[in-house]
């Protein structure tokens, strides 16, 4: 009877853990060796806390069981609590650097360098989410934290106008994750991310593109 009794709390107790919903919490945070911010974005799935810091090189989800368990339903919710930070114009604690060191971008001698040193959270927002759920290829989204004008080539990091036409970009693509009509897989693939390259207002990598030096990535 005791070993029921057990079993029972055991299961019951494992029933309510895993039966929870996704949690998601999304804080600015100020670093505290320099005048920007970053975003920590926590993640509670299955009774497990996840935490990922956008200041951080490495915020893979698939770096741990995180990334396999999520479906639909929690990438759509992480990204609807990132999402309102991209219209926030403070600036980011980190400067502009590369964070995929295999991209393609080592086999093009003609790919320019970016000028650009800083940038605003609402592009750390944006790229959080690219490396999130796209840090597999993340080279055919944008290794830089970097947007530029696809019409006259400028870096736009400090330019509210085009980050805004980039944002735009991002409130559409959730409303694709959100129509239902998009497995799990779907929405994790190269192919899908690069919905995300499809506005006058791209990722830096497309610049390879744009110079010219190959025909798509």
Known sequence: MRYL???SLFLG???CVFGQPTQVDVKKIKENESSGYYLKITIVKNGITYIRNSKD???DMYLDKLGGQL???DISLIIKKIIPFINDYSRASTKVRKYYINSTQIDYIGMPKPKSVRYPLAIDAMFAINRLFYSLYLHRVSTYPLLYDSKTL???????KMIKLMAKRYYLWLD???SGKYSRI???SSEFAQFLNKGRVKWWDMMIVYKGIRDDI
């Open 13 to 15: 107790f494992k029933l």
């Open 57 to 59: 090189y490495d915020i």
């Open 176 to 178: 694709l994750i959100n």
């Open 71 to 73: 479906n639909v339903a």
């Open 5 to 7: 009794v057990c079993l």
């Open 154 to 160: 400028a870096e736009v990091n400090n330019n509210p």
């Open 186 to 188: 779907q929405i994790l």
